[in-house]
């Protein structure tokens, strides 16, 4: 990974750094680097900044063992600021707190995207053993039907009074609408955006 054209000189020798989970697109906190600092982080992998109270290189977890794991970085139109994608290995704010803004990094909906790609590498890869892979292999018919079966035994069970099974019923629909639309070729972003459009009609 290379970062070109980082204009470090507009900011005497630092640019500020956005740090924002991958996962869940939560702003962690604003750091800052010199080049040192970014050839460092590309290279190790673990976020690093340069210290301007310590006026020295900074591995962000260096003493508390809470890493920023480094995804991605990008930078902006102006070339003198960085977006940094992290993991984050635990509370990122001193304090304790997830972000150094008190605010939770905490996202469950975010886990829809990590088991799409799952389902992607069901359908890519397929595995004997596999529940997802069988149901690729059995063909889209068997995947709508599949959908249709869920969606009856979730109708049935918003009828009672049963959360737990309710919950149970819908987490098998909404799973295997994530598999009818890997089937499809059809990104979830796409469906998104229809109701986007909707909303804004």
Request: net charge negative.
């Amino acid at each position: 990974m290379e970062i070109m054209n980082i204009n470090f000189e507009k900011v005497n020798g630092l640019v500020p750094a956005i740090i924002q989970d991958a996962a869940t697109n939560k702003v962690l906190m604003l750091g800052y680097m010199n080049q040192e600092a970014v050839d460092q982080t590309i290279s190790s992998g673990k976020v690093t900044f340069f210290s301007r109270t310590k006026n020295r290189l900074w591995v962000k977890g260096e003493t508390s063992g809470n890493f920023l794991n480094m995804e991605s970085i990008e930078l902006d139109c102006d070339q003198d600021t960085l977006l940094v994608k992290v993991i984050p290995v635990g509370p990122v704010c001193h304090t304790g707190d997830d972000t150094c803004f008190a605010e939770s990094n905490e996202s469950k909906t975010a886990f829809i995207d990590h088991l799409r790609s799952i389902i992607k590498e069901r359908k890519l890869n397929p595995s004997p053993k596999s529940y997802t892979s069988s149901l690729f292999t059995s063909g889209i018919n068997k995947v709508a039907q599949k959908v249709g079966e869920e969606a009856v035994e979730i109708v049935i069970e918003a009828k009672d009074d049963n959360k737990d099974l309710f919950l149970g019923e819908a987490a098998d629909l909404l799973f295997h609408y994530l598999i009818l639309l890997e089937a499809k070729e059809i990104e979830l972003d796409e469906v998104m955006q229809v109701l986007i459009q909707r909303h804004h009609k």
